[in-house]
């Protein structure tokens, strides 16, 4: 019993001085970046000053890139992207978690990116604890699913750096770079680029299992709280597309969880005008899709319509 405690206490110590004043090569599984890509830190301080809106938006870089909410705003709908880069299954089950009653949205609009789906979740979870307001128990749980060393050291890290050091607090600039962020609505725009070919090859999505049951609870839970909510495939390249040999099964799998549409099949994009990189859209797509979506929740009072 003494031992673990010296080694706890040790661990804690070290791992602190580690992650504040070490060198980058000490620091191979503490990755720690507060502000960095993707402007998760300002999406998670807005959200925490945010309740009762229209429609909450979920998923990867999918979401948060492709769902323009300054064109939902422009429409009378009041909507939030909680989207964050390589968001998968098991972050979204902690976020949904943690601020649903708060949002208490009246429709929920979840991208089911096969991508998020074969991912250990790694790259994610450092996202959101180090951007994270604070260490809650959501966040343990979440931590505990993904099991990596990296995942732990930066949840301790972080609940540890925030509660000894008032220095955590910042400024995350609006713009960095080509990408700018909307406050109030969590979107991020990309200054206008175009999107050159790649060469197409042959894959096959292998869903991970622990992906698909946090996947699965989170619809539980939406349908439990009557929250209606809709699950749809953002558009990517088509080139990118059909380089997956198994779309099908996969659409089948997200089918049978509820309302389910897949706009690389019923929209059509141009590979190069529409999009910047192989699997996101610019902001001409996005215009584009976000105007596809919003029509189809006004003309049917949050009923989907169309048919793929």
């Known amino acids: 019993m003494i031992f673990c405690l010296f080694a706890g206490l040790a661990y804690c110590v070290t791992l602190l001085m580690v992650g504040r004043y ?175 070919y790649g060469m197409p090859g042959k894959r096959y999505w292998q869903l991970r299992d622990s992906q698909k049951e946090s996947f699965e609870a989170i619809l539980t839970l939406l349908q439990q709280k009557d929250i209606p909510f809709v699950l749809v495939r953002t558009p990517i390249t088509s080139y990118r597309y059909e380089t997956f040999r198994n779309n099908k099964e996969v659409n089948a799998y997200f089918a049978t969880k509820g309302p389910f549409y897949d706009f690389n099949n019923s929209m059509k994009l141009d590979d190069s005008l529409h999009f910047y990189d192989a699997h996101h859209m610019n902001q001409l797509g996005v215009d584009r899709f976000t105007n596809t979506i919003i029509d189809s929740i006004q003309t049917n009072n949050t009923a989907w319509s169309w048919q793929d």
């Open 22 to 196: 070490g060198a980058t090569k000490f620091k191979k599984n503490l990755i720690y970046e507060k502000g960095g890509y993707g402007h998760t830190y300002s999406r998670l301080q807005d959200v925490d000053t945010t309740q009762n809106i229209d429609v909450l938006l979920l998923g990867s870089s999918h979401t948060y890139r492709g769902f323009d909410t300054r064109i939902f705003a422009s429409h009378g709908i009041r909507a939030f992207n909680l989207g964050s880069s390589a968001q998968s299954p098991v972050q979204t089950r902690m976020l949904v978690n943690t601020y649903i009653d708060q949002l208490n949205p009246k429709l929920v609009i979840y991208d089911v990116s096969p991508s998020t789906f074969i991912s250990d979740g790694v790259e994610a979870s450092l996202d959101l604890l180090a951007n994270a307001p604070s260490i809650n128990t959501e966040a343990v749980v979440m931590a505990s699913r993904v099991n990596s060393i990296k995942t732990w050291n930066t949840l301790v890290f972080s609940a540890m750096n925030s509660w000894l050091f008032s220095d955590t607090e910042m400024e995350e600039p609006v713009k960095k770079g080509a990408h700018t962020y909307h406050p109030g609505g969590g979107y991020v725009a990309k200054s206008l680029t175009f999107n050159r």
